[in-house]
């Protein structure tokens, strides 16, 4: 019996060993994918900026990205293009 007790015990650790580099695992994988994401946001940003340059109506921009005119606005004055 003390054989089995010892061996679950060690089970039990060895399942929250896991557990916390699961964690720390997934952690990392999020903290990439939201770094993805940014870095993505960024390049759509600026991908948006120089359609507006190249004469891009506001519209088509709104259509190709899926974002709200507000939010195509907002990123165009803040890439110094006047939204219109």
Do not use: K
Not at 9 to 19: D, F, G, S
């Amino acid at each position: 019996m003390a054989d089995d007790l010892a061996a679950a015990v060690r089970a039990y650790e060895e399942a929250r060993a896991a557990m916390t580099g699961a964690q720390a695992e997934a952690d990392r994988i999020v903290a990439e994918a939201r770094g993805n994401i940014a870095t993505a946001r960024s390049r759509l940003a600026g991908a948006i900026v120089e359609a507006a340059r190249n004469g891009m109506r506001q519209v088509d921009i709104v259509r190709a990205t899926g974002y709200t005119r507000e939010r195509v606005r907002q990123i165009l004055r803040a890439g110094g293009v006047e939204a219109g």
